[in-house]
């Protein structure tokens, strides 16, 4: 069983970074694909970033292209979102998730973040950090 924590989410404004970070307690990530997801209060949940076990391969929704940055630390004990230039609509509660298995492809991970049905294969997921962005 892999327990997810999510950190670093916070009020900012308009135009503003956040990095929020994905951790697991007792095992590294450097083994698991990651993906984020996010939640905003009357909609469904949608998938925002998703990353590969050899760090390389990511994607990424349209909405936060050339915005959001998915990484890992070097140390293996995190996956980080990375927020550039937060719009108001980015206002959600953010989720991390993990695949209980590397996937076979990286298709995966970029159906999974686009509403296909690998998203079903996500296995561990974290309760969330909060992010408001408003002036």
């Known amino acids: 069983q892999v327990q997810l924590v999510e950190s670093g989410g916070g009020l900012v404004q308009p135009g503003g970074s956040l990095r929020l970070s994905c951790a697991a307690s007792g095992v590294t990530l450097d083994g698991y694909a990651i993906a984020w997801f996010r939640q905003a209060p009357g909609k469904e949940r949608e998938g925002v970033a998703c990353?590969?076990?050899?760090?390389?391969?990511?994607a990424y929704i349209d909405d936060v292209k050339g915005r959001f940055t998915i990484s890992r630390a070097y140390s293996g004990n995190a996956v980080y979102l990375k927020m550039n230039d937060l719009r108001p609509e980015d206002t959600a509660t953010y989720v991390c998730a993990a695949y209980p298995r590397p996937p076979d492809s990286s298709y995966v991970c970029y159906d999974s973040i686009h509403g296909g049905v690998h998203s079903q294969m996500l296995r561990f997921w974290g309760k969330g950090t909060q992010v408001t962005v408003s002036s």
């Open positions: 990353i590969m076990p050899n760090e390389f391969d990511t």
